[in-house]
């Protein structure tokens, strides 16, 4: 079978897990070409994932090189014009979440996919193949806990990062918890309850480490949501887990919930000694999510292979982002607000 050609765009903290994800683990991937504004990360292309064709300029790869598709890695900002740019050059896209930074960007990028219907653009919400969540969704879809109508989703990442992300200046520029953590557990909330959310409400602290309130942020935020049909989705998002990287999420039906990692556990072994007995957690996203990252891009390896349409698109970007908006401005003003469609 014919390989997928791809061009890679970006090569920082997480561009580097996708370039060898389509490198070394999905055979029906082939990486040809890599872009980067940084010499470091190509020779790191060139000399450790063997890739020749390297660039500097993301319109000048999707134009000159021998590729079929890109997949987007850079800066959110980068986002729209990078995925206008390779869909005017014909090729398939994959691009990282979010679709942009702001509302009015998400919604100009719609229109520039909708000329483009005969090629695919896929949005990078990793979750929904993480396998554990694909199989919360299989069994919601068979029925096995009734109408789900609650879902609560716990987003923290480790205290063992946080000092290097107050130090590096992130906080000011990250958008704030909302934009920048929260928009996962909200894609996550759509696609379980299937609906759209119609307000929400939204509070944040910051006990232990006062920058974030500062910088006019939150090391911790909970949002509450009320959906179209009426169902709830909880939020609580955060900076400071002490024990790991704790992802966790349940969803309530009428019939009975299923729970995604109540112990954000790192493997099945439980260690029993002068501690007591202990489970070790996950560090990270990347530990937590590194099959999920390999499985979202197979699934576009796929749809280009056999031309069939993802099934993340444009559109869940855009909701997720106006979701992700509205809890920023509930936290900010103080009010419930409507989020806009
Ligand atoms: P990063 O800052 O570590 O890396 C960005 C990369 O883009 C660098 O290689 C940089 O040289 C390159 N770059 C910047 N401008 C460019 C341009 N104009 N053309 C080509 N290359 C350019 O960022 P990170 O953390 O890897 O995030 C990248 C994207 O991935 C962001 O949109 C972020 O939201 C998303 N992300 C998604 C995660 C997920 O779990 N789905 C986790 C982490 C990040």
Known sequence: MKRVKIGIAGLGRLGRTHAQ?????????????????????LDYAKNELGITELYKDFSEMVNKADIDAVVIVTPSTEHPWQ??????????VFCEKPLAVTIEECKATEKIVEQYPDQIVMLGFMRRFDPSYAYAKEKIKAGAIGQPYLVKATGIDPEADCQSLIDSGFIPKSGGIFIDMAVHDIDLMRWFLEADAKEVYALGCSFKHPEFKRDGDCETGCAMFEFENGAMGQIHVGRTAPHGYHIETEIVGTEGSIRISPVPAKNLAILYDTNGVVQECVRNFPERFSESYVLELEEFINCVIHKTKPSVTVYDGTKATQMAFAAKAAFENHVVTPVEH
């Open 21 to 41: 994800n389509l490198a070394f683990k999905i055979p029906q991937a082939e990486l040809t070409a890599a872009c980067s504004i940084v010499d470091a990360e």
């Open 83 to 92: 995925i206008e740019a390779a869909l005017k050059a014909g090729k398939q």
